[in-house]
Structures are given as structure tokens and as C-alpha cells.
């Protein structure tokens, strides 16, 4: 079965301009996971869907992030207004359920940069 | 807060050598897990084994084994008999509630042939 995949691999962009970064998870999980990775850096936890709910937002670096997931699959992470220092590799990850004894599964990533 | 700390940005060793990376944490709570992933360049993350902490029993995977030392809040990963394969970056992770995982910054380990 497929894995947890992310679109695009890459992407280049303008400060100023927005960004829709896409995660599609492994088929049937309902937990989705969303890390931020900076430059020789470990992952930063982000925002998590509990199926399409997402309980906390407060990762979120600021008000210029966002992220929905609709029908139990597919999540976007938007980022509008891109600054610099919002260059980094974006990490999605799925588990089967939500808690504790379940493994995340994580994609390739997207590495954003922010000319 | 919950805080992951690994105090070794690099490591080194020969082929077939047995190496360990170190990990120390801190957390308020009394049941967590806590994971060490290996990130190759190809930037997959990659769950390499886990420990429960509510088991006194150190996990092992193959080649891979931890030291669990709850009092002192250690978790180390050994690697026995190392492979050019396991060149990567490792991550050690708290899993903080129920939700998210908190890492630590990586050592980056390097196999020499």
C-alpha cells in the first residue's frame, strides 16, 4: 500500500506570495500530523487533525498559517504573506488512530524556500 | 515543558562497530513513549524503535537496542554492527499527551566503510 505523500517535493516562492502545501495520508487513517523542519534542525510540531477536527492550533506559528483537512484524508497547510524565515522542509505524518500506542508514518516532506 | 535533548550534533564510526547516541528528556508526566527515527537524505522519517515507559524491559529491534533509564530520564540508542545503511540523521522523540512528538535537535552518524 501507498505511504503518506506530499505535494509538491519542492517549492520555490516569493516573500509576500501564498503557499498551499498538500499531504495526502495513508488510506484509512484518521490521524494527521503536521512538523516543520528548519535547517539542521529537529521537527517542530505544527497542528494535528483529529479526522477533520483539528482541537489545537496553538503550534502554529502565527496567524499567517493555516491548515484543513476534509473528508478524512487529504490536509493542506496554507501560509500566506511567506517571509524568509518561513523557509524550512514541512513534514506530514498519519496514524491509524489518535493516541498514544499508534505509530506516526511520516511523508517526504516539502522543502519550502522563501526567496 | 517538555524538553528532548541530544548533546551529540555528530558521530562517527568504523563499519561494524557498535555506536551509541545519547538522549535525555523531561517530562511531568508518569506514562509516555519516546522514539528514536532515522532521517537519510532522502528526508523520510523512520521509525527505528520505541519504548513504552511504563515498562521496566529495554526495547530492541535487530541490531538496535536502547538504554531506558527512567529515574534519570536517558534514553540511548545502540546500534550494533553497523552498516554504511545506517548513515543518517537520528532523532530522539517524547511523545508529549496523546498528540504530538517532540524532538530532539539530531546527531548526525556517519558510517565509514
Known amino acids: 500500500g501507498a505511504g503518506v505523500s506530499q505535494s509538491p517535493s519542492n517549492k520555490v516562492t516569493e516573500k509576500g506570495k501564498d503557499v498551499e502545501l498538500r499531504c495526502d495520508p495513508i488510506?484509512?487513517?484518521?490521524?494527521l500530523y503536521w512538523y516543520r523542519q528548519r535547517l539542521g534542525q529537529g521537527l517542530e510540531f505544527l497542528i494535528y487533525f483529529q479526522g477533520n477536527s483539528a482541537p489545537d492550533k496553538s503550534g502554529l506559528p502565527s496567524d499567517r498559517f493555516s491548515a484543513e483537512r476534509t473528508g478524512e484524508s487529504v490536509s493542506t497547510l496554507t501560509i500566506q504573506r511567506t517571509q524568509q524565515e518561513d523557509s524550512a522542509v514541512y513534514l506530514c505524518?498519519?496514524?491509524?488512530?489518535f493516541g498514544q500506542g499508534y505509530e506516526q508514518y511520516f511523508g517526504p516532506g516539502t522543502r519550502l524556500t522563501v526567496t | 515543558a517538555q524538553t528532548v535533548t541530544q548533546s551529540q550534533p555528530e558521530m562517527s564510526v568504523q563499519e561494524a562497530e557498535t555506536v551509541t547516541l545519547s538522549c535525555t528528556y523531561d517530562t511531568s508526566e508518569n506514562n509516555y513513549y519516546l522514539f528514536w527515527y532515522k532521517q537519510p537524505p532522502s528526508r523520510q522519517m523512520i521509525l527505528v524503535i520505541r519504548q513504552e515507559a511504563y515498562k521496566q524491559q529495554n526495547a530492541t529491534e535487530n541490531r538496535f537496542s536502547v538504554n531506558f533509564q527512567k529515574a534519570a530520564k536517558s534514553f540511548s540508542l545502540k546500534i550494533s554492527d553497523s552498516q554504511l545503511g545506517d548513515t543518517a540523521m537520528y532523532f530522539c522523540a517524547l511523545l508529549q499527551g496523546a498528540q504530538k512528538l517532540v524532538f530532539g535537535q539530531g546527531t548526525r552518524l556517519t558510517i565509514n566503510p
Open positions: 505524518a498519519s496514524s491509524l488512530y
Open positions: 488510506s484509512g487513517h484518521t490521524a
